[in-house]
């Protein structure tokens, strides 16, 4: 009578092959998990400060002229009056970028604003600002690096003198 099954020797043989395919093929699977790691925190953390970002440009642009400018006196903060008198502060509080109380972004490495005149020299004078740079670095977690990002927005209805600011 025929007995149905497998050999030991088959059974060594399979182990075999299959720790010789894992040897070939882990390390490649492991860098490519890195590698989704990687891309999947510097997304999450760029979808992060891009919004951060957007919002302050869209509530800069709405600052309606320079009387409503507050504070210039540190780079680091920004403070204005919003078109409805209400007093808004970006600031940076630890590692976290804040609009008044209120956290917009986390992981913040670093917050700079420059603040510019109508010929786009930088100013420390509130009542001359006609246009504002905010550069705003992130760290991205798990030792991916940081992310910076720079813009400049205009304030709206301020006399601005655009051609003072065209590239060369």
């Keep these: 009578m025929k007995q149905k ?3 030991l020797v ?3 043989l399979v182990i075999a092959l299959l720790g010789i395919l ?3 093929l882990g390390p490649g699977l492991s860098s490519a998990i890195k590698g989704f790691d990687t891309v999947w925190s510097r997304k999450q953390t760029l979808a992060q400060a891009r919004a951060a970002m ?3 440009v869209r509530e800069i642009r709405l600052i309606q002229s320079s ?3 507050v504070n210039v006196s540190t780079s680091t903060s920004f403070q204005f009056e919003y078109p409805d008198g209400t007093a808004i502060t970006y600031d940076l509080n630890s590692t976290n970028l804040r609009r008044n109380t209120d956290t917009l972004a986390s992981n913040v490495t670093s ?3 420059s603040y510019y005149n109508e010929q786009g020299n930088t100013t420390a004078t509130a009542s001359a600002v006609r246009s504002v740079g905010i550069q705003l ?3 991205v977690p798990g030792d991916h690096g940081t992310l910076t990002l720079r813009t400049r927005t205009f304030l709206r209805n301020t006399g ?3 051609a003072a600011y065209a590239s060369p």
């Design 5 to 7: 099954g497998f050999t």
């Design 10 to 12: 088959e059974l060594v």
């Design 22 to 24: 894992g040897a070939v």
């Design 54 to 56: 957007d919002r302050m």
């Design 67 to 69: 009387a409503d400018v």
């Design 111 to 113: 917050l700079s604003f």
């Design 137 to 139: 670095g992130m760290d």
């Design 160 to 162: 601005n003198n655009y």
